[in-house]
Antibody
């Protein structure tokens, strides 16, 4: 079964850091671009970051650029999001999602076909 | 960034109704448009991509149409399982952006 499972969320004070992880199973992880999408409580969906299937290309929303770092570990079939200098507005449920067709070597030009259940990040003093 | 506007933001409908949700883009996106369904407490699920292509496993009562700047999601005969929030997403230009969502509630 194709599956994504996020972990690493929690409560952190403003300015703090968290590292989110996403464990992938049931598909050839190295063949797919991967993404993070977040959803603030009661709000809509916001794309956060993407990484190409090769891991060479990374993309970020302006709202997180310079503070978040996406990475992938092909040996461990895992995706990560290092989140630094966290702000209250980063409070959200963070989803890991797969891009089914594009390698994303030329941009974030695909949809998101498989999603995890999400991990909650709360930034508050 | 391309802004995606959905209408209505919410509405009530009855089982068996035919419902249509509209998504408009602030600039042309060809057919690079997806629709997702999200039930309360669950992750979004991909329904349609390329404006009108049904994702595998999605019931045929769902359909999508449009190109350029105006798109629609239609549910031909609303079922109890369809009461949820629906989001459109453009993937034509960077950054990918979502509409604000449309909540379909039971009348």
């Amino acid at each position: 079964e194709v599956q994504l499972e996020e972990s690493g969320g929690g409560l952190v004070t403003p300015g703090g850091s968290l590292r989110l992880s996403c464990a992938a199973s049931g598909f050839t992880f190295s063949s797919y671009a991967m993404n993070w999408v977040r959803q603030a409580p009661g709000k809509g969906l916001e794309w956060v970051s993407s990484i190409s299937s090769s891991g060479y290309y990374t993309y970020y929303a302006d709202s997180v650029k310079g503070r978040f770092t996406i990475s992938r570990d092909t040996d461990r079939n895992s995706l990560h999001l290092q989140m630094d200098s966290l702000r209250a507005e980063d409070t959200a449920l963070y989803y890991c999602a797969r891009a089914p067709r594009s390698s994303m070597a030329r941009g974030v030009d695909d949809v998101f076909d498989i999603w995890g259940r999400g991990t909650m990040v709360i930034v508050s003093s | 960034a391309i802004r995606m506007t959905q209408s209505p933001s919410s509405f009530s409908a009855s089982t068996g109704d035919r419902v249509t949700i509209t998504c408009r883009a602030t600039q042309g996106i060809s057919s690079y448009l997806a629709w997702y369904q999200q039930k309360p407490g669950k992750a979004p699920e991909l329904l349609i991509y390329a404006a009108s292509t049904l994702q595998s496993g999605v019931p045929s009562r769902f359909s999508g149409s449009g190109s350029g700047t105006e798109f629609t999601l239609t549910i031909s005969c609303l079922q109890s399982d369809d009461f949820a929030a629906y989001y459109c997403q453009q993937y034509y230009d960077f950054p990918p952006t979502f509409g604000g969502g449309t909540k379909v509630e039971i009348k």
